[in-house]
């Protein structure tokens, strides 16, 4: 189908290089779109808390930054009295400020706003494009929407009440779901990034066309990455975890049992390598069951590209799931990176959901939550590394079905048609209604 060309204007809450390690999504996409013929300008936070170790790749001049405003307390206000009357001449900012309200992101609402006006006026898109988390960046998109008429679609790679890990309660939660409820209302259309989420999307707006488009990996990036300086490892089976373990919903722990149940001369040849998780958990986890550094290490973050060949070289890749059935549609980008680095991945906690079935069907690595099924593996793959010199890499077939280019032909479609400018094709229907969903409340709130 044919779409465009579209002048878009992509709002990010996360980007790079001011944005976790993880967030790769967003800027994959915008080249994607640029590479595809269209106009692409994205309105980001400048989030000076995360160090620089990736690129967006874009052209110069495609991004314009928004000030971030620290968050405040009452405490500061007190102590700096003049401030505190410059803050509280915007009463609605002070109160998000204070309260962490809709995220700990809400400090660039105010200058998002004022670039995303100054974007339009000098030239106005066809449509905006809001991806989130953070889901601040939902408000930039329909104040916009509201401000100047342009249609707007939310992309959710993760869903905001509607996700397992969310956690509002009170008054929290019912601010959110209104909020929620208010702000995708006025959404020209919605897409995400799991079948799960496609229909729960679907189900509560069902007169809003909702689009599929999962994260994938992208060819070229990974073939791209350099090896790191020491290629491999002989002596020992490598192991790579990177992310966040979201407190301990991504629960190293049974892998970790696992070793401590191999014998000495194969606990020694373990190495698991875990970046940009946090360090006190780890090793207090690691230390439950009797094992350290350097079977156990943890690192700092490392530049993507480092990164990507550092998952390369690796054994085995490490993908933590979330061991309730609420996981199930839940596909962390990760795991497609994973699949398209072609190392076997090694999923613990969750063995039911989405991201299980890939791994299963694909024949791309092995799924268990069970200590003494994980020693197998480990065994299995300690043997075949003594006897080649390598652990095998999943079949290649199995990996092309994940670049990240056929899934964002979908949304491409969608803007193409909220925008008004797709072919005949690109139209179709919106996905049928699924199950009614929790969370937020429904379309007519």
């Known amino acids: 189908m044919s779409v465009g060309p579209l002048d878009i204007l992509l709002v990010a809450g996360f980007f790079p ?4 390690l993880a967030a790769t999504r967003a800027p994959a996409l915008a080249r994607f779109l640029g590479q595809r013929g269209h106009r692409v300008r994205v309105l980001a936070a400048r989030n000076a808390d995360f160090p620089p170790v990736m690129d967006h790749g874009l052209p110069e001049g495609s991004v314009t930054w928004a000030k971030v405003a620290p968050p405040l307390s009452a405490r500061a206000l007190l102590r700096d009295p003049a401030g505190a009357v410059r803050v ?3 009463p609605a900012d002070a109160l998000r400020r204070l309260s962490g309200w809709p995220d700990q992101q809400s400090g660039w609402l105010p ?5 995303g006006d100054a974007l339009v006026a000098a030239r106005r898109p066809d449509v905006i494009l809001a991806t989130a988390p953070p889901h601040s960046g939902l408000l930039v998109a329909e104040g916009l929407h509201r401000r100047h008429g342009v249609p ?23 601010l959110d779901g209104r909020t929620e409820a208010r702000v995708l209302g006025s959404a020209a259309g919605l897409a995400t990034v799991t079948d799960g989420w496609r229909r729960q999307l679907a189900a509560q707006w069902p007169r809003t066309p909702v689009c599929l488009a999962r994260n994938g990996f992208d060819p070229a990036e990974i073939a791209a990455a350099p090896p790191p300086a020491e290629t491999g490892d002989p002596a020992h089976l490598t192991i790579i975890y990177a992310g966040v373990l979201y407190g301990d919903k991504r629960d190293p722990r049974p892998l970790f049992a696992a070793i401590a149940r191999l014998p000495e001369d194969r606990l020694t040849r373990v190495r698991v390598h875990f970046y940009g998780s946090e360090r006190a958990a780890v090793e207090a986890m690691a230390a439950e069951h009797g094992i350290a550094a350097p079977v156990v290490s943890v690192h700092a973050p490392v530049p993507r590209a480092t990164l990507l060949g550092l998952q390369k070289a690796a054994d085995v ?26 190392r076997p991945i090694l999923s613990v906690g969750s063995t039911t959901g989405e991201a299980a079935d890939i791994l299963r069907d694909g024949g791309l690595g092995r799924v268990s939550d069970d200590p003494a099924a994980i020693v197998g593996h480990l065994s299995a793959w ?20 994940h670049a990240r280019g056929a899934q964002f032909e979908a949304l491409e479609a969608l803007l193409g048609r909220c925008a008004g400018k797709a072919s005949p094709a690109a139209h179709g229907t919106a996905p049928a209604p699924a199950r009614p969903v929790t969370g937020a409340p429904p379309r007519s709130a």
């Open 111 to 115: 200058d998002a706003a004022r670039q």
């Open 88 to 90: 509280l001449r915007s």
């Open 317 to 342: 890749l490490l993908l933590l799931r979330w061991n309730d059935r609420r996981e199930d549609h839940v596909l962390a980008g990760k795991l497609f990176e994973y699949i398209g680095c072609r």
């Open 382 to 401: 300690l043997e075949e590394k003594a006897a080649t010199g390598r652990v095998a890499a999943p079949p290649e077939d199995a990996a092309a079905g």
């Open 152 to 174: 707007w679609v939310a992309e959710f790679r993760d869903l905001w009440t509607g996700h397992p890990y969310y956690d509002g309660t009170g008054l929290r939660a019912w």
């Open 17 to 20: 290089p001011h944005a976790p």
